[in-house]
Nanobody, 127 residues
Framework: QVQLVESGGGLVQAGGSLRLSCAASGRTFSNYRMGWFRQAPGKEREFVCSISRSGVTTFYADSVKGRFSIFRDNAKNTGYLQMNNLKPEDTAVYYC????????????????????WGQGTQVTVSS
């Protein structure tokens, strides 16, 4: 099965940008749909965005639409989350996830649909 490792988190001021990476190993990355989720202190893990195997189709939570961008480089076995105009409410541990299953557009926004998870990377946005 695929192993996922996130990187790129850190501390940034409000209005700043960060790019997270999700490096995949163990299986053919292009076989997997990929998503980013986040969990803030005291809150449940929530959907951020997801991307199809080819990278053509993407889905975003309303809270990040227009500020975040998900993309992938299958040749490098890596997925990315570009985060711009960050806000303090974006502070959370960010997780990448992947699945080989065929998902509906609704399932592409669902935590339960993704079976492989990374360990997470902390993003802190100061005001």
């Amino acid at each position: 099965q695929v192993q996922l490792v996130e990187s790129g988190g850190g501390l940034v001021q409000a209005g700043g940008s960060l790019r997270l990476s999700c490096a995949a190993s163990g299986r053919t990355f292009s076989n997997y749909r990929m998503g980013w989720f986040r969990q803030a202190p005291g809150k449940e893990r929530e959907f951020v965005c997801s991307i199809s195997r080819s990278g053509v189709t993407t889905f975003y939570a309303d809270s990040v639409k227009g500020r975040f961008s998900i993309f992938r480089d299958n040749a490098k076995n890596t997925g990315y989350l570009q985060m711009n105009n960050l806000k303090p409410e974006d502070t959370a541990v960010y997780y990448c996830a992947a699945t080989e299953k065929v998902l509906t557009s609704v399932e592409m926004r669902s935590l339960g649909a993704f079976s492989h998870w990374g360990q997470g990377t902390q993003v802190t946005v100061s005001s």
